[in-house]
C-alpha cells in the first residue's frame, strides 16, 4: 500500500522504516532471480542440454576434444533446488514486509487524517483564492485584448464600433494565444512587424506578417515598401 501525501505531510517514520527493509526484500529476491535465471526459467533444462550440445559441436568441427567436467545440465540440475528454496523463502520475505508496510500505514491513520482534513481546507480556499485571480486576468487580458483593437480601430480611421474579444473555450491553446491569435486574424498589431501592408493590383491591404509573407513569396501580393 502507498498513499502520496499532500505537500507539507510527511511519511510517517514507521512507514518510511517499512518500506526500506521491503525495498531491501524486493533487491534480494531480484538478486536472486538474475543469480539463479539458469535454473527457474521454464526450459531450463533444454537450454541447457542446447548449451552442451552447442559446445560439443564447437569443438567437434575445430577438432579438439570434447568439453570435459561438469556439463551445462548437471550443473542447472544441481542448482535447481537451491533455486527454488531460495525464490520460495524470498517471496515470503517479501510478503510479510509487504504486510508490516500495511500495518504501518493503518496504524499511522488516525493522526494522517487529521493532517490531510487540515490540507484539503488550506488547498481548498488556495484554489478558490487562485481560481478567483485567474477569473480577474482573464477578464482583464480581455478587455486589454478588445481594448487594442478599439484603439487600431480608431488610429486608422474607421467606421463603426472595433471588433470585442470573444475567446473560444473549446480550444486546447492558451488564453493568452487566443488572445494573440485573434489579434493576427483582425490584422491588430502589437509589435513592430506583426502586419505587413502589401499591394494586391490597385488596393491596398493588411495582412497578418506570416500570412503576408506567403503571399508575398507566391507573387500574389507586392510589400508596400518594396514598391516605394
Known sequence: MTISLPAGIETPAAVVK?????????????EAQIE?????????????????????KAATLAGKALPKGESEVSRVTAMRGTAVGVIAALEQQVKAADAVVNRAWYASAPELREQ???ALKRTEQEFEDAELA????????????????????????RSGNAPGF???????DSFTKLGRDWLKVNCISVEPGDIVRVRVGEY???LAAEMAEKFIAAGVVARIDDDA
Open 18 to 30: 517499512a518500506q526500506a527493509a521491503l525495498d531491501a526484500a524486493w533487491d534480494r529476491y531480484g
Open 36 to 56: 539463479y535465471a539458469d535454473a527457474l526459467d521454464d526450459g531450463y533444462l533444454e537450454r541447457a542440454q542446447a548449451r552442451d550440445a552447442a559446445a560439443a
Open 116 to 118: 490531510v482534513v487540515a
Open 134 to 157: 485567474l477569473r480577474r486576468a482573464r477578464g482583464d487580458f480581455r478587455q486589454a485584448v478588445s481594448a487594442l483593437a478599439a484603439v487600431d480601430h480608431m488610429e486608422r480611421g
Open 166 to 172: 470573444m475567446s473560444n473555450e473549446q480550444r486546447g
Open 204 to 206: 491596398t491591404r493588411e
